[in-house]
């Protein structure tokens, strides 16, 4: 093994470490994780929609001033370098 694979599974040994160290500090067992596979993917996708559907109107509201901003900011900038070529 070189060396750049050992660093890989030293990493790899000491995140499962941490991690199983969290886990089993809230009383988490491996049993537990696969038995509750569906029901964690189902509440992971659930929390991702309400986070998008929290955010994204916050998203849109700062995206009517900052995009404007950043156009006119770019195209002063474009008409720079075309005034630099000719």
């Given at each position: 093994?070189?060396?750049?694979?050992?660093?890989?599974?030293?990493?790899l040994?000491l995140?499962?470490?941490?991690?199983?160290?969290?886990?089993?500090?809230?009383n988490?067992?491996?049993?537990?994780?696969?038995?509750?596979?569906?029901?964690?993917?189902?509440?992971?996708?659930?929390?991702?929609?309400?986070?998008v559907?929290?955010?994204?109107?916050?998203?849109?509201?700062?995206?009517?001033?900052?995009?404007?901003?950043?156009?006119?900011?770019?195209?002063?900038?474009?008409?720079?370098?075309?005034?630099?070529?000719?």
């Amino acid at each position: 093994m070189n060396k750049t694979t050992l660093k890989l599974v030293w990493k790899l040994v000491l995140a499962s470490l941490l991690v199983g160290l969290g886990l089993d500090y809230f009383n988490i067992s491996p049993a537990d994780l696969v038995h509750d596979i569906p029901d964690t993917v189902a509440r992971l996708y659930h929390a991702a929609l309400r986070l998008v559907t929290w955010g994204g109107k916050y998203v849109l509201l700062g995206a009517i001033i900052v995009v404007p901003v950043w156009l006119l900011t770019n195209i002063t900038s474009l008409k720079d370098k075309f005034k630099r070529r000719n």
